[in-house]
């Protein structure tokens, strides 16, 4: 299984895995000091571990390294990406190639969630409000 | 040709469109190449509306909220001329079939259709599928608000959601404006329902747990009224409890439905509620700009009030029996005085419900353009509607919907029958549908007999996977595998009007394929006798019970 990160420098000590059933909103003081967190995809049509990545991410405020394992994809990246993995195992051919081109494959999103793109919405607010100005 | 009336897509839209079609380009090259198993292949050609059935692959269109421009319409033609066999088939969600695609047509046939700003994303596949809405939006006369703008809000957050798009199962969602319920809310995985509460806003009844398929259940109501500026962060947090809880064991029992049912509406609502709260003040939060800048895309065409009693229609109507029974159930009342809301009915007798040919499509739009405003709606009992229709034109669009063969004056009535594709086309069905249909068609062609028959609504599925409706049928007609024969089922009382929305309850024994005729024949005959006034089938059935029509339908099968 080859490992893709986004950050390779990133500290990867101490570690947590999660089953996707497990509710990360109870995690409480297990989160403390973690540095990496392995979620789990066993089918990759099982799509529980986006919530559990998002719920992390935007409503625990977890900074640290976000891995995706088990049945992962090139063509889940898009998605992947915007619920805030950075880090994923994959045997897939051309994995790399696709993760690198992932982030640009749709230049426009339309959902605000924790990766700091700025949607569609946003960008038309902008533009009328600088037409207003 | 007038302008649109409805959302029209700009850079941002159409650049995620063509590079979603794109990459379904890429996709498709790799599965021919080898390179993705057709395992892997297979949640991705669904997610793009491509399924494979009984013969060949079927491209299913989304319609969002089932609106039209007569450009679109031409498209769809030229692609089911160019890439099917001439002809499609509007389902009873609003989308688009074509039945004979070749897969490696697909991405071609989807630029064509990114060509006129449409799409098949997320069609088919366990995620978010095309909103549905009231077809009459924008022109019904009893309408509070147009539902095509929160559909449209909705239609943008669920394209390519990303924690949504690996759902337990699929995921239907229906708006409706309307105290008249034409979208049927109750019966979908969340409805909505917009209305005015008593301090004179307009809010969301919020809906969850409704379907039919094998397992048929009403939704329940966990929110009475939601500020439409939160409707995304209820949505978010509804399906984000949905995508965490809902049962991934057993297809079967993995629609959002079955959730709700084993935990409870009490606790549905406070799942998502508890969830809601944690997130309605985020960048879900709905600006008045947002709201404001699309629905002035469906500000209403500028209509002028016109003659409401025009000679040449009452002259007509004396004249041309067909005209005036047409008058009645194919034209329904429109906001502006003097004028209607038109229903081509693509119910011709013994024809298969809900198909048009490239011909047909074409001559629609060119009578859109002529008499409605451009515009053209799909309803989801699989006909099509013009919104925005002059009294004093109905006349000639009678013609030339007539010289189309649309011009079958039995909207609602018995032989406007919505059938799903069923075992001509679709590989899960147990039973063929359109043929039962088109043989109850041919028996009730008479238009004065369906016209004192009343409204009726006969649904039939090939199977319980119920994409005919039948249990929300006044007469549900279902198709059953018994010992490979087909059997078909019939039950009685389904109804999916506001307020009113009731599951069907099974008659009898099923009954051979060429005694369903027969069957109905006999269910119609004791309604006849029986009725009271101006009672319909439905509410004849409600009074006096099962048993009547039982005994009449046994005894004679």
Known sequence: MALFRLNPQAVQEPALTLANTDDVLALGDRLDGVKLIVLHFPKFTDGRAYSQARLLRERLGYAGELRATGAVFLDQLPFLLRCGFDSFESEQKGFAEALARARTLFSVVYQPTGDGRVTAGQLRLRQRSAVAA | ?557
């Open chain 2, 1 to 557: 040709m007038p302008d649109t009336h409805f959302y029209r897509y700009d850079d941002y839209d159409r650049a995620l469109v063509s590079e979603r079609v794109a990459q379904f380009r890429d996709q498709v090259r790799r599965r021919l190449a080898g390179e993705l198993t057709e395992e892997q292949f297979k949640p991705l050609r669904l997610t793009n509306g491509l399924y494979l059935q009984l013969h060949a692959y079927m491209l299913r269109i989304a319609i969002p909220y089932g609106t039209l421009s007569t450009r679109q319409l031409r498209q769809l033609a030229a692609i089911a001329r160019k890439y099917d066999r001439g002809y499609g088939h509007f389902t009873t969600r609003q989308n688009l079939q074509l039945n004979w695609i070749k897969l490696e047509g697909a991405p071609d046939a989807l630029a064509m259709l990114a060509e006129v700003d449409m799409h098949a994303i997320q069609t088919s596949g366990n995620l978010i599928r095309n909103v549905t809405a009231d077809h009459f939006a924008g022109a019904a006369i009893d309408e509070i608000e147009d539902p095509r703008i929160w559909c449209e809000i909705v239609r943008q957050w669920s394209t390519l959601h990303p924690e949504f798009s690996f759902l337990p199962r699929k995921f239907k969602i229906a708006i409706t404006g309307s105290p008249n319920d034409r979208a049927a809310v109750r019966v979908h995985d969340v409805g909505l329902r917009l209305w005015r509460n008593e301090a004179g806003e307009t809010g969301f009844e919020v809906i969850v747990g409704g379907g039919l398929g094998r397992t048929p259940m009403i939704g329940k109501t966990i929110r009475e009224f939601l500020p439409k500026d939160d409707l995304l962060a209820y949505l978010e947090a509804t399906l984000r409890v949905y995508n965490r809880y809902g049962r991934r064991d057993n297809l079967y029992k993995s629609r959002i439905k079955i959730l709700v049912h084993e935990i409870g509406p009490e606790k549905m609502r406070e799942d998502v509620e508890a969830e809601y709260a944690a997130m309605k003040d985020s960048a879900l939060k709905l600006t008045p700009e947002t709201i404001e800048a699309i629905a002035r895309q469906f500000a209403p065409p500028a209509l002028r009030s016109k003659r409401t009693k025009v000679p040449e229609v009452e002259a007509l109507k004396l004249e041309n029996r067909a005209f005036a029974l047409w008058l009645k159930s194919n034209v329904a009342p429109h906001r502006v005085p003097g004028h209607a809301i038109v229903t081509a009915s693509l119910k011709p007798a013994g024809a298969p419900p809900g198909d048009a040919s490239s011909a047909q499509m074409e001559g629609v739009a060119d009578i859109a353009d002529a008499w409605s405003q451009g515009e053209v709606r799909v309803s989801h009992e699989q006909n099509l509607v013009l919104p925005h229709v002059a009294i004093e034109a109905l006349p000639e669009v009678y013609r030339a919907l007539e010289r189309l063969g649309f011009a079958e004056a039995n909207v609602g009535k018995i032989t406007d029958i919505i059938a799903c594709p069923g075992l001509d086309y679709c590989a899960l069905a147990n039973a063929r549908s359109i043929p039962v249909a088109q043989r109850i068609s041919t028996h009730f062609a008479e238009l004065s007999r369906q016209h004192d028959i009343g409204d009726l609504k006969i649904k039939i599925s090939g199977c319980i996977n119920a994409c005919g409706h039948h249990h929300v049928g006044h007469i549900g007609i279902l198709g059953v595998d018994k010992n490979g024969v087909e059997l078909y089922q019939i039950s009685l009382g389904g109804d999916v009007d506001f307020g009113k929305t009731a599951l069907g309850t099974i008659l009898g024994p099923a009954v051979e394929a060429d005694k369903v005729v027969e069957a109905v024949d006999a269910l119609v005959a004791t309604y006849l006798e029986a009725r009271q006034a101006d009672e319909r089938f439905v509410d004849t059935y409600r009074r006096i019970g099962a048993q009547p029509f039982k005994e009449r339908v046994y005894g004679a099968v």
